[in-house]
Structure formats: structure tokens, C-alpha cells
């Protein structure tokens, strides 16, 4: 009983103190409401990422959609997705009819195609989706209705989607061009159909014989979905139950699930909207302790007096801790409830602009249940407490009449335990930071110079009242010159306030810190990519798709064309490694280049470190060296591989370069890639010409294929993942304007507790203008204080990204940037501080210093 009637005790304590002190707890709970909105948000993601999708098109009369696995299983991990469509064999389709209760089962193979019209124009499905030929038996399973003409009945003939055929001028009757890759064929129209629903929103479906769909698909004997119509009373549930456990090594679709087998890119979306939110979800986690235990404590310092009193009149240390706790407990209940409602809203703003950018399906439903709201409750009180007990640990602990001799000033001495930490955590972020990736291999460089910036906030946040006495002794002179009292009261003031000070303006150290090591970041691997982008294509010309691809034979025409000394077809995929790392089972997803290595001296500089690029043949692999150094492998050894439809294959290491971040950490040859892609066809053609080589009367037979130089195609490139980089500003956008509310509450909580400093000043002779000078010129010294501190927390993380993406020790820091960094740190500070100054001010002085804390 003891325990319950102390909480009680604590909490009815505490619910008085909230009373009698809304304006202290207000800076709290607002960081507790931000941040719970933040986390419910990353919470509305990943539910939507787990249980979300779209509806499906093509496959609305399908009970089940079957298909194969298409993640690689990892225990006690996120299945890692391959990146090319993982097909199943044609039998199956016999196997899966013969299953009780399908009705019937039909097998479904997707060729990427492009229509040329009569003016030239190259169609593709709606809104720059794919155009895509299926066998006329699939046609059931939308169903289509033939809506003119007939279905196909020889190889040269073609059933047309209403639609398209509107746009490209198209009757029954008439011919149409069609190409796969870049080879046109001509085809007459023997029909017309009507999708279900009357249109398709992400593809356009034309229809061949079942004979030629799979001929041009390149793999007859196999298919990519086998669409499953139930009989009479079937459950699609149990159906797909029973052809999972009569039919081995399938996977079963049903509801919005069978989108993920109709298009691949769904499957992808969802993996990457998982890994995204928890990503944040747990950088939000941890800034939230962060910022709510600096609030906190400032709160604790600010009522020294009350806290001594507590002690000198015999409340023990458990007590004092209860209480403190009991009210980080009510406050972060509060904020966090209240931050639901917001977050709801901001998981919308997500989904839209995610959507907007490209990263997500525009009818990728949004699932808003009870658990993210639940977790992020849970989540901001458990963070909020442990805030709390870090700030409350001292004062709880300190005897009665040190607590009532500490309560005039501030206490000048930091903990030993505390100095200690964060003296050692310097050394420990610059080793991290500058040695890591000169001595470690791999991505673990880059992860590990990365963790610097963090470390370094921490010793920040840690040793604060030193570095920003340090930082006053050194900047207080040079920016108040004039020796006026202001400037000496505003130097004294920070002198003696440096705590309180100190934790008032850690979120804004931290602030300038996760922004510049962010976004510079970013800047340095990019920066890297591009140049080794320009500095590593030898080739004069680069042929490039105006749809889906290029068809390999494309490649020996080029090369028989006069002038053309060299043609190296390229095919881009990813590859997942599979590696031993301390005894337990690691994979790596790397981006990967198919390559021929004739000729690929005279077209692309991978810049070889070891090895010849000649080599690749069969079953060998060229590695960049992050990628070697991730995985442990050198010269000559064996590494584990999986292609991107999920074949496995053991490669011999022939080659180690250092330009990956430009063309891909893996480079295998370029038939064994091809093989194992879901068009079979290449991503483009670099071409070796003498000058004033025309290469477009070779290409007048491929109106898909176009031309052009180097230089053009390497600037086009620099905007390819425009989508990805618009979320992570967003994201950043987010991290940093949360942490910009954690500044303005300190900052103004700070200034407003000081009414009876600024009435005392006033009493004593000083002018309203004269203490407003001191707080201009304190206010001066704490903004250039926090972002030199939070530019020198940033520095070694981006000295050590850089060394180790591009070996060289400059970070790639557009000055616009980063004097918008500056800018917006001023722009945060300055009105919290004097506005806040003003209104504390607003008494007369004697009815301020009259009045209580």
C-alpha cells in the first residue's frame, strides 16, 4: 500500500506545482506535443507501410494472385526485396487448377512495349507509366471486355486498351508499330477493349497471342503471376491457403495485396516506406529525450529555491525525484495526448507530398489506426521520465544546506561523473571521426564518422556551462568593443548564468550541428558522385532509352557503324551480398552495373585500384572499394551474391575500384546480369566515336533509341533520385524545425524567468533601453557562441564522410547553405530572446521584484 499512496502523494504534489507554475511546464509540454505529433506521424507510416497498398487493375476477377518470393528471408530482420521480377515456372500454372476450388488458373507474363505513332510520337501508358503486351487468356482476369473486333489469332496481331488506341489514332483494322527494348515490329489492330473499370491508372495493357507474349518476354517456360478465378463459395482467403500449402514455394496475394504481384514497384514502395519510418521514428525518439531532458532541466534550475526548501524541511531525495518525475509524468501525458491530433495531420502531409515527389503511389491509401497513436503516447511519457530523472538526479541528491547555499547562484562546479563523460566523449567522437575512415573498411567508415556529430552534441550538451564560459571569455570582448555597461553586464551575466544558459541553448547548438552534418553530408556524397560521374564516362556519346530500354543486338549494330572505336552496353540493377560479420549472417544491398569488358578501357574509368576489369567473364564480379571493404572481401576471393531476380551465385573477385558511388559498388559481367533482369533489356550504351561520328543514321531504324554526348548525359543523371532527395528535405525539415520549437521554448523560458534580474537592474538605476542593450549584446554572444560550438561539433563528421567516400578531407559546403544555416539560427534565437526580454519588462520593476518565482 506504502508505494500507491506515495504515487498518489507525488502526483497530487505535483498536479499543484503544474498549477502554480504553468509558465515553467508550458516549454515541456509543448516539446512533448511536437514531438508526439512527429512520432505518431513516422507511427502512421509504418502502419501504412506494413498493411497499406493499391488497388489492383489488371487482376480485379482474380480471387488470388500467386507468385513467387520476392524478398530474401532474413531472420530477426526487414526481408531485403530484390530488385528484378522473381518468376515462377509454367507448370505451376497446371499445379495451382488442380487445387481445390479454383475455378481456373491463368498464367500472366508482362512485356514493357511503347507504341510509335504515325507522327513519330513514342507512347507509353498514362502519365509516363508503362505500357504493357499480355497473352489474351489474361485478359479474363480484369476483366477486359471486347468492347471492337476480335481477339488475336496469329503472331502479327494485337488487341489495343481503348484508350491508347484514342491517342495514338488507332482503329481496328489498322497497323500499329510496336517495339520491345528499341526493335519495332509491325502489328494490325484486331481488336479493341475496354479495361475493367473503364480505365487504368498506372499502365496501359495491350493484348498478343498467348504464344508471342511469352516469346517476347524471353522466358517461355516461365511466367511472372498466375491469376487464380475461384469457383462457386470460395473464400479468397482459404483458397489462397490451400494453394500455399499443395503448392510448394509460392506466395499468395488477395484484397489490395495482389497489386504487390501486379506491379513490382509496389513491393518496393512498401519496404522502403517501412525502413523510412522507422528510420526517423527512432532519430525523432531520441532527439525528443533529448530536448525534453534539456527542458526539464532548465525548469529544475530555475526552481533551486523551491527544491532547497523541499530538502532543508525534510524531503528526502526519493521524494524530491517522485515529484519531479510525478510532473514529467503529467506534462508529457498531456502533450503527448494532444499531439495525436496533429500528428494525424501531419502523417496526411506526409503521404501527399511523398506522393507529389513520386516515392508513392497517388492511391496508396493512408492507414490511420490506434496503435502509432498508442506507441508515440507510450513513447514520449517513457522518454519525458527519463528526461526528468536526468534532470532531477542532482538536485534530488544534494544535502539540505548545500540546496539552500546553491539556491542564490548557480552551482559553478560540474559533476565529476558528467565531466568526465563528456570530456572523454571529444576524443572518442574525433577518433571516430577522423581515424575510423582511415583504419576501418567499408560503409563502417562512413557510419562510424557519421556517429561523430552525435557524440560530440552529447559532450556538448554535457560540458555546456564550460564551452559557453569558454566561448564568453573569448567572444565577449571582440563582439562588445565599445566598453559600455551593457556589454560588460551582458559578458558578467553570461559568466554567471552559464548553466542556465547552457541549457537553454544546447537545442540550438544542436540544431546547427544536425543541420550542417546532415545536409553537407548529402552535399559531399553527391558532390562525390557526380564528379566521379564525369571524371570516370571516357565514352563521346551515350545512347539512351525513350522507354523501357535498349535491346542488346542494339549494341553490335553500333559497333559496325563507321567512326565507332568502342561500344560498352550497360544494364543497371542491384545485388544483395550475403557476409559473415562477427560470427553472424550480414547482407548488403549495393547498386550494380552489368558491363562488357571489350572495350571498357576506351569508354569507362571505374579508377582501378587493383586487378584488371579484362577479367570479367563467367562467374567474376569487380567490387568498388567501400563495397570491398563492407563485406571483407580483397583481390581474388569468393563473394556471395544474389541477382536481382534472387539467383544465387558465388563470384570470384577480379577487379577493386574506386569510383562507386558514380557507376555502382558491383560491376558483374554484362550477360550474367542481363539474364537475370525482368526485361532482359540494357539501361544505355556508351559509345567511343572519332569526331564528328553521326551515329543517327544507324539509329534511323529504332525510333526509341536516342543520342546523346557525355556531358549532357552525365548533368541528367545528377537529377535522377530527385524524388528521394525531396523526402529527405522534407524529413530534415521536420528533425530541424522540431528542434527550432525546442529553442524558442528554451530560449523564452530562460529570458521570462528572469523578471526580478531585469527589475532589480532597473531599481538600481539602469533604463529600460540599457537593459535591452544587455540582452542585444548577451543575445549576440550566445547566437555566434552556438554556431561556431555547433559548426565545430559538425566539421569532423563531414572531414571524416568526406575521407572516407573520396579520400580527400574536404567536405563538399555550399556557402549559400550554410549561410542559410546561420541565418536561420539568428532568425530563431534573436526574436525569442528580446521579445521574451520585452515582456518580462512589462511590470514595474516594484511590483516585479515583489513578486514570486
Not at 717 to 732: I, Q, T
Not at 775 to 799: F, H, S
Request: hydrophobic content about 50%; some cysteine; glycine content about 10%.
Amino acid at each position: 500500500m506504502a508505494p500507491r499512496v506515495m504515487s498518489k502523494r507525488a502526483l497530487s504534489l505535483a498536479w499543484s506545482t503544474i498549477k502554480g507554475r504553468k509558465g515553467g511546464f508550458v516549454a515541456a509540454f509543448l516539446a512533448v506535443l511536437f514531438g508526439s505529433a512527429v512520432i505518431t506521424a513516422s507511427g502512421i507510416l509504418l502502419e501504412t507501410g506494413l498493411s497499406s497498398g493499391v488497388p489492383t487493375e489488371r487482376y480485379r476477377a482474380a480471387a488470388v494472385v500467386v507468385g513467387a518470393y520476392q524478398s530474401l528471408p532474413i531472420a530477426d530482420d526487414i526481408d531485403p526485396r530484390f530488385s528484378e521480377r522473381v518468376r515462377l515456372p509454367a507448370a505451376r500454372v497446371g499445379e495451382i487448377a488442380r487445387v481445390r476450388g479454383v475455378r481456373a488458373a491463368v498464367g500472366d507474363v508482362s512485356v514493357p512495349m511503347s507504341v510509335v505513332a504515325r507522327d513519330g510520337r513514342v507512347l507509353d501508358g498514362p502519365d509516363g507509366f508503362p505500357l504493357l503486351g499480355h497473352g489474351w487468356p489474361t485478359a479474363v482476369l480484369g476483366p477486359f471486355t471486347l468492347s471492337a473486333g476480335r481477339q488475336p489469332q496469329a503472331p502479327d496481331e494485337v488487341v489495343l486498351e481503348s484508350g491508347l488506341a484514342g491517342r495514338a489514332g488507332i482503329s481496328v483494322g489498322g497497323s500499329v508499330t510496336l517495339t520491345v527494348g528499341s526493335t519495332p515490329s509491325n502489328y494490325r489492330v484486331s481488336g479493341l477493349v475496354t479495361p475493367p473499370g473503364g480505365r487504368l491508372i498506372r499502365q496501359s495493357a495491350l493484348f498478343l497471342t498467348d504464344e508471342r507474349a511469352r516469346q517476347l518476354s524471353g522466358r517461355p517456360d516461365q511466367v511472372d503471376a498466375i491469376g487464380v478465378l475461384a469457383a462457386p463459395r470460395a473464400e479468397p482467403a482459404d483458397l489462397a491457403a490451400a494453394i500455399e500449402k499443395a503448392v510448394p514455394k509460392v506466395v499468395t496475394y488477395t484484397g489490395d495485396d495482389r497489386s504487390d504481384a501486379e506491379i513490382l514497384d509496389i513491393g518496393a514502395t512498401r519496404s522502403f516506406v517501412i525502413e523510412l519510418a522507422l528510420s526517423f521514428g527512432a532519430t525523432m525518439v531520441m532527439v525528443v529525450v533529448i530536448v525534453v531532458a534539456s527542458t526539464l532541466a532548465l525548469s529544475v534550475q530555475q526552481r533551486r529555491r523551491e527544491l532547497a526548501l523541499l530538502r532543508a524541511i525534510g524531503a528526502t531525495p526519493k521524494q524530491v525525484l517522485g515529484m519531479i518525475g510525478a510532473e514529467a509524468t503529467l506534462v508529457s501525458v498531456a502533450g503527448a495526448v494532444l499531439g495525436a491530433v496533429p500528428g494525424i495531420g501531419l502523417g496526411l502531409v506526409f503521404h501527399a507530398t511523398f506522393a507529389a515527389v513520386g516515392v508513392l503511389p497517388e492511391d496508396f491509401e493512408l492507414v490511420i489506426g490506434p496503435v502509432p497513436v498508442l506507441a508515440s503516447m507510450v513513447l514520449c511519457v517513457l522518454g519525458a521520465r527519463m528526461g526528468g530523472w536526468i534532470a532531477a538526479r542532482r538536485a534530488a541528491k544534494v544535502s539540505p544546506i548545500e540546496a539552500l547555499g546553491e539556491a542564490a547562484v548557480d552551482p559553478r562546479r560540474l559533476g565529476w561523473i558528467r565531466l568526465t563523460i563528456g570530456v572523454l566523449l571529444i576524443p572518442a567522437a574525433l577518433a571516430a571521426a577522423i581515424v575510423l575512415p582511415i583504419v576501418l573498411p567499408g560503409e563502417a567508415a562512413v557510419d562510424g564518422a557519421s556517429s561523430s556529430a552525435l557524440m560530440l552534441v552529447i559532450a556538448v550538451a554535457l560540458l555546456g556551462p564550460r564551452l559557453l564560459g569558454g566561448a564568453v571569455s573569448v567572444l565577449g570582448p571582440r563582439l562588445n568593443r565599445s566598453g559600455e555597461v551593457s556589454g560588460f553586464l551582458a559578458i558578467a551575466n553570461a559568466h554567471a548564468k552559464s548553466r542556465r544558459l547552457s541549457s537553454a541553448t544546447t537545442p540550438l547548438i544542436m540544431g546547427v550541428t544536425m543541420a550542417a552534418a546532415q545536409i553537407f553530408s548529402a552535399t559531399t556524397l553527391a558532390s562525390a558522385a557526380q564528379s566521379q560521374a564525369v571524371e570516370g564516362i571516357r565514352a563521346d556519346y551515350v545512347v539512351t532509352p525513350r522507354s523501357a530500354g535498349l535491346s542488346p543486338d542494339l549494341a553490335g549494330l553500333l559497333g559496325k557503324t563507321a567512326g565507332v572505336a568502342a561500344v560498352t552496353p550497360v544494364v543497371r540493377t542491384q545485388t544483395i551480398a550475403t557476409y559473415t560479420s562477427d560470427d553472424s549472417p550480414q547482407y548488403k544491398i549495393f547498386a550494380t552495373q552489368g558491363v562488357e569488358p571489350g572495350g571498357i578501357k576506351a569508354t569507362m574509368d571505374l579508377g582501378v585500384l587493383s586487378g584488371d576489369l579484362a577479367g570479367l567473364r563467367g562467374d567474376t564480379v569487380a567490387l568498388s572499394r567501400i563495397a570491398a571493404g563492407t563485406i571483407g572481401a580483397s583481390l581474388g576471393s569468393t563473394v556471395s551474391l544474389r541477382l536481382g531476380d534472387g539467383a544465387a551465385v558465388r563470384t570470384r573477385v577480379v577487379a577493386l575500384y574506386e569510383k562507386g558511388f558514380g557507376f555502382g559498388d558491383v560491376t558483374l559481367p554484362h550477360d550474367l546480369v542481363i539474364r537475370h533482369t525482368t526485361d532482359h533489356l540494357d539501361s544505355w550504351m556508351l559509345v567511343k566515336a572519332a569526331k564528328g561520328t553521326d551515329l543517327r543514321p544507324a539509329l534511323a531504324r529504332y525510333p526509341t533509341a536516342a543520342v546523346a554526348d557525355s556531358g549532357s548525359f552525365t548533368a541528367a543523371r545528377s537529377g535522377d533520385g530527385a524524388g528521394d532527395s525531396a523526402v529527405s528535405l522534407l524529413l530534415n525539415a521536420i528533425l530541424l524545425g522540431y528542434i527550432a520549437i525546442a529553442v524558442v521554448n528554451t530560449l523564452v523560458m530562460a529570458t521570462v524567468a528572469r523578471v526580478r534580474e531585469f527589475a532589480m537592474l532597473r531599481l538600481i538605476g539602469a533604463k529600460r533601453a540599457q537593459v535591452l542593450s544587455m540582452m542585444r549584446r548577451e543575445t549576440r554572444i550566445i547566437v555566434v557562441a552556438a554556431v561556431l560550438i555547433g559548426t565545430l561539433a559538425a566539421i569532423p563528421a563531414l572531414v571524416g564522410v568526406s575521407v572516407a567516400v573520396s579520400r580527400w578531407p574536404v567536405p563538399s559546403i555550399p556557402p549559400l547553405a550554410y549561410a542559410g544555416i546561420v541565418v536561420a539560427a539568428v532568425l530563431v534565437a534573436w526574436p525569442a530572446i528580446m521579445i521574451s526580454a520585452r515582456v518580462a519588462m512589462r511590470q514595474r520593476p516594484v511590483e516585479a521584484i515583489g513578486a514570486r518565482e
